[in-house]
């Protein structure tokens, strides 16, 4: 069985998790971070709301039921498609959509090894 991690997201007071593959969740932190440090200078008025990773664990137990986990392929596949709809005229944004495109294609490869496990 694969190893997974959790990464806490947090935006305004909700708090959300994203399970990802053990070995590829410090990717998602660090565009997480990359994202951040570059949102502030994306001029389009419909700049998606970026939760932020604050935190990672192995092992998640969740007692109040009504906080969200999402798979990793989900959340990026959601983040993808929030940035590619994002009108930007003055940032590269091309440099980010490649970014999160990247572990995209990560993420639907490991996926599919995983099912022809």
Known sequence: ???????????????????????HAYQLSALNL????????LTASNVP???????ECD????????LAVHSGLDY???LESDFSSI???????IS??????????QLEQWYEEEADV
């Open 1 to 23: 069985m694969a190893q997974m991690r959790y990464i806490i997201m947090k935006n305004g007071q909700d708090v959300s998790f994203v399970e990802m593959p053990q070995s």
């Open 34 to 41: 990359r994202l951040h440090k570059e949102i502030d200078k």
């Open 49 to 55: 709301a970026l939760p932020l990773a604050i935190a």
């Open 59 to 66: 092992e998640l137990e969740l007692h109040d039921q009504s």
């Open 76 to 78: 990026i596949n959601a």
């Open 87 to 93: 009108q930007e005229k003055s940032y590269p944004l």
């Open 96 to 105: 980010l959509l490649t970014e999160i495109r990247a572990l995209q294609a």
